[in-house]
């Protein structure tokens, strides 16, 4: 029994000991978890959080995020071969920067022009319409007789892109046959052609010209479009 009563200091020290680690050990426990506690409380107001996202189901019932990505347009870049080819890419660039708002506006007023002819007589409709080409050339003549050859003929080209119609159809439509022949062959005779198309692939150019004209509002011609 004393032997037993002798061992209780050492056996109580063990003990106590134990214990103090345990109690060391706890609170080092709960002092991390209320330190993580402050951390997340502490988080400031820019902290990023969980989003939404919508998502649909597959055949195999697993749930598929879908994500709505901005518009990228990729272009390649125009290499020039020798500083002549730079030199008419240049030149081009001038010519289709000038014409180009005369495109454009030949493309807003015909489109305007059937919206009109939609609202009178069909009687009435070639009065109108060369009503309409006397205001025009008021407007355009001085623009139209600066116009080099050059300019002349990828302005043709242009109002193809704008219209989907050839120059020579829009006359013929508006004006007739006899006119729409009569100013083929002057165009003829300055080395144009008013059948003259655009396209993507001989005019790839142009469209470059174009798309860094354009930039954020450049699209595809509607004629173009799959």
């Given at each position: ?6 061992c ?14 345990l ?18 409380q ?8 969980p ?8 055949e195999?019932?697993d ?17 020039f071969?020798?500083?002549a ?5 240049d030149?081009?660039?001038?010519n289709?920067v ?8 030949a493309?807003?007023?015909?489109n305007e ?9 069909e009687?009435?409709h070639?009065?109108h ?12 003549k ?11 003929r990828?302005?043709?080209k242009?109002?193809d ?12 439509e ?12 002057l ?9 003259s198309t ?6 790839r ?7 860094m004209?354009?930039g954020?509002?450049?699209e595809?011609p509607?004629?173009?479009r799959n």
């Amino acid at each position: 029994m004393s032997g037993n009563l002798r061992c209780l200091p050492s056996l109580f020290k063990e003990v106590y000991g134990r214990g103090l680690i345990l109690r060391r050990s706890f609170g080092v426990l709960v002092g991390l978890l209320l330190g993580f506690e402050g951390t997340v409380q502490a988080q400031s107001p820019g902290t990023p959080v969980p989003m939404e996202l919508p998502a649909y189901i597959d055949e195999n019932g697993d749930t598929i995020p879908i994500a709505f990505l901005p518009h990228v347009e990729v272009r390649d870049r125009r290499i020039f071969r020798s500083a002549a080819e730079r030199k008419r890419f240049d030149r081009l660039y001038w010519n289709v920067v000038k014409v180009y708002p005369l495109a454009k506006a030949a493309g807003r007023q015909l489109n305007e022009l059937e919206e009109e002819l939609k609202t009178i007589p069909e009687s009435k409709h070639r009065a109108h319409c060369r009503k309409l080409e006397s205001s025009l050339k008021k407007q355009y003549k001085k623009q139209l007789v600066e116009l080099t050859v050059t300019q002349g003929r990828i302005l043709i080209k242009l109002v193809d892109r704008e219209t989907a119609r050839t120059s020579y159809s829009i006359v013929r439509e508006f004006r007739g046959s006899f006119q729409a022949f009569m100013w083929q062959g002057l165009a003829r005779m300055f080395g144009s052609n008013l059948k003259s198309t655009y396209e993507l692939q001989e005019d790839r150019d142009i469209e470059l010209i174009l798309m860094m004209v354009e930039g954020n509002q450049y699209e595809i011609p509607y004629k173009f479009r799959n």
